[in-house]
DNA sequence: CGTCATGCTTACGTTCACGTCATCTTCACT
DNA sequence: AGTGAAGATGACGTGAACGTAAGCATGACG
């Protein structure tokens, strides 16, 4: 059934990252694939973890902090006990993402409007001669 | 008429960093404050750019490329031979820049989901006894 | 006039997120 | 049995973005 397990090669092209990279978030306790011998099994929720890992990333979320969320979304397994405190975690987390896109959102505008100001400038080739033939 | 200067202190308590952050801007080539003797002084300009470096910090821009971004905000300066280059730079930036935030709202939909999820499973404190009296 | 706080420069230290060897197994082939 | 490619495990290196500590300058103040 879950029979959909990769190496570690695989996993790299498919993610568009390195070994270490992923040897890494193991040690970090971000991804824990199972193991065939000594070589790494990625499973389908390793996949689902990274994905979550790489979202995060991009917005500047710090490896650590996506460790404590990435519990939020394995609501299948035990040990929740510490569930209350990761949705606590989770809302604070969610605040700084809507003020951050709120931010970006205006940083958008401004860049925009600012790029068409520079293009509404005097050619700057004419440098000393702006009324040359 | 613009008196507005400032010293290294209320720069920091208006943007809440330490004096080596601006010291460290200013070595990147970020910020250039006047000097009173060795002294540095802020005007309303180094205030403006310290703003756009903050905000594209945020967003994870690097500070060298936030630098070859300053150039598009400073319109009224001269050397802006450099300014189709600095227009195409913003562009790129600004796609990114879109494309992160449909990945943000993404992520916020994602998140508050699961949020919910969270908060409709059984309580985690009935561990061992969950019909008990 | 001493000293004390504030700021400057220089330089080395630190954290995060990996990159880069060097070395060792293990498995697939010839 | 040999060989080679892929993966594993340390260990050390690296770039970005500051932190921290040492030592000099200077203006404010009792």
Do not use: W
């Not at 987390?93 to 509404?120: F, G, K, P, S, W």
Request: proline share 5%; hydrophobic share 40%.
């Amino acid at each position: 059934m879950s029979d959909d397990l990769m190496g570690i090669r695989a996993m790299c092209e498919m993610f568009d990252l390195t070994p270490r990279t992923l040897r890494f978030y193991e040690q970090k306790d971000l991804l824990s694939p199972l193991r065939e011998g000594q070589r790494r099994l990625y499973s389908r929720r390793d996949r689902a973890r990274l994905k979550l890992i790489l979202r995060g990333r991009r917005f500047g979320v710090s490896l650590e902090e996506i460790r404590e969320l990435l519990d939020l979304y394995d609501l299948a397994d035990q040990k929740h006990l510490q569930l209350p405190r990761t949705i606590e975690l989770a809302e604070r987390r969610l605040a700084e993402m809507r003020a951050q896109r709120d931010e970006l959102d205006r940083a958008i505008v401004d860049l925009t409007d600012q790029i068409a100001l520079a293009r509404a400038l005097p050619d700057p080739q004419d440098h000393d001669h702006p009324n040359a033939a």
